[in-house]
């Protein structure tokens, strides 16, 4: 079982970047698959990105649903920080949400999460 901690939201600039750190904690050392996901006010909860952590395979899920935000996003991780990033360049008022990140114990991203951290808002002005 692990806990996920996620951080780095907060108020930021059409045009500019910010990152989301996602620590997590407990067992660490088990396979798991980190996955982030947004939701906008009044809308459904969507996933974005996944990175496998520690020594699980890579994440299979590939779609182009929200692509053009995948395009000015990056996952990656630090597993010596037990870490996962996730950067976001060029950022616009539409990604205004809260966003959060989870993590699966099987390849399931994004259909099913075994647990998930709190969100953090994060607002674009414009």
């Known amino acids: 079982e692990v806990q996920l901690q996620a951080s780095g939201g907060g108020l930021v600039q059409a045009g500019g970047s910010l990152r989301l750190s996602c620590e997590v904690s407990?067992?660490?050392?088990?396979?798991?698959?980190i996955g982030w996901f947004r939701q906008a006010p009044g809308k459904e909860r969507d996933g974005i990105l996944c990175?496998?952590?520690?020594?699980?395979?890579?994440?299979?899920?590939?779609?182009d649903y929200l692509q053009e935000l995948k395009d000015r996003s990056t996952i990656s991780s630090d597993n010596a920080k037990n870490t996962v990033y996730r950067q976001v360049d060029k950022m616009k008022p539409e990604d205004t949400a809260v966003y959060y990140c989870a993590a699966a114990e099987e390849d399931s991203f994004p259909y099913y999460m075994d647990y998930w951290g709190q969100g953090t808002q994060v607002t674009v002005s414009s």
């Open positions: 407990g067992d660490t050392f088990g396979e798991y698959f």
């Open positions: 990175i496998s952590f520690g020594e699980s395979d890579k994440c299979t899920y590939n779609s």
